[in-house]
């Protein structure tokens, strides 16, 4: 998010311009933002090693991330982003909403289709091209093998979630790259099906440059299982306070952000799209475990579709 220019303050010269305390970042010498609680109702972490070596565990998910990611483009669904600012009494004092179909045309090229998109009232921040970029590409964070090499990934400790045991792991990028983004947080991994079940964390980096701030605020991303097969995304819900600084002729600003993301509608679309390792099409079946730092390749063979409605559990 950006600062929308209605709400850059400007100063006469001789007025000093006051600084506001924030706190310390991982990433930056001063933090842009300050999460809000989110109520995760997780069971106790339980720091004690898994049985099998960690590595292992990482190869497997990563590669398990590689299947689900080429999975996704074989499925149509429906997303619904809700932004919000919040106010001092706790309420939505502006919005941008909008609700898109995720399709194929009949060459199996990926289409949106808007269903519902009213005028944004948003008048405190902007939304900019890094936070579409980030609801398209980055809410439903995914860490593949090819992913992998670009992030530190620590093994934490274990953890329940509903009646699912899970692998917990801190992720955060190696280095930044100029013009690139990121995801730094904890994620979730299922022990059986070895699949990210829950993502906790942010985009990054901020742009903090002065005039030219760009904000995110943390989410977290639940995902469930649909046709019995793959974990796929339906819930994402972020709420934070944004610290915009102080520049040259404006004040600071705080601005009480929320998100919230759903994915519905989940249908297999049959295209001419499969899932290869080393010569086997494992399409549909993630039960077959790729080797070892392999990722999936995909072939192209007669084009079609039919849908079939999904069935998460």
């Known amino acids: 998010m950006s600062l929308a220019p209605t709400r850059r303050l400007l100063l006469p010269a001789f007025i000093a311009v006051f600084s506001i305390l924030l706190l310390c970042s ?19 972490l339980d720091p004690s090693l898994p049985a099998i070596p960690v590595q292992q565990i990482i190869t497997e998910f990563t590669a398990k ?21 919040i106010d001092d009494d706790g309420k939505p004092d502006g919005q941008y909403y ?14 949106e289709r ?50 699912i045991d899970t692998w917990v792991f801190d992720v955060k990028p190696k280095v930044i790259e100029k013009k690139k983004r990121y995801f730094q947080g904890r994620i979730w991994v299922d022990q059986k099906e070895h699949q990210i079940v829950v993502t906790n964390g942010k985009n990054v980096p901020d742009d903090l440059r002065p005039g030219h701030e760009d904000l995110s605020i943390p ?10 097969k793959y974990w796929f995304p339906v819930y994402t ?24 993301v759903k ?20 399409t549909g079946n993630p039960q077959k475990q790729p080797p070892a730092g392999q990722s999936p390749s995909s072939t192209t063979t ?6 079939s409605p999904a069935k998460p559990q």
Do not use: C
């Open 263 to 282: 994915y519905t509608n989940y249908h297999e679309f049959h295209t001419s799209i499969r899932v290869i390792y080393q010569g086997q099409d494992i």
């Open 65 to 85: 991330e590689a299947v689900f990611r080429q999975a996704l483009d074989n499925y149509t669904w429906t997303r619904s982003v809700r932004v919000q600012t």
């Open 219 to 228: 989410f977290v991303t639940y995902r469930q299982l649909v046709d019995g």
């Open 98 to 111: 909008q609700v898109t179909d995720i399709g194929y045309d009949s060459d199996g090229h990926r289409t």
């Open 114 to 163: 808007v269903l519902d998109a009213p005028e944004t009232t948003l008048t405190r921040v902007m939304m900019s091209p890094a936070d579409f970029s980030d609801i398209e590409e980055r809410l439903p964070f995914v860490l593949t093998t090819q992913d992998a090499p670009q992030y530190d990934i620590t093994y934490v400790g274990k953890q329940k979630i509903d009646e």
């Open 237 to 260: 819900h972020g709420d934070g306070m944004l610290h915009f600084a102080a520049g040259h002729g404006y004040l600071s600003d705080d601005v009480h952000m929320r998100e919230t």
């Open 26 to 44: 991982a990433l930056h010498a001063q933090a842009s933002y300050t999460s809000m609680p989110l109520d995760q109702g997780f069971g106790p």
């Open 302 to 307: 007669s084009s079609g579709s039919q849908a």
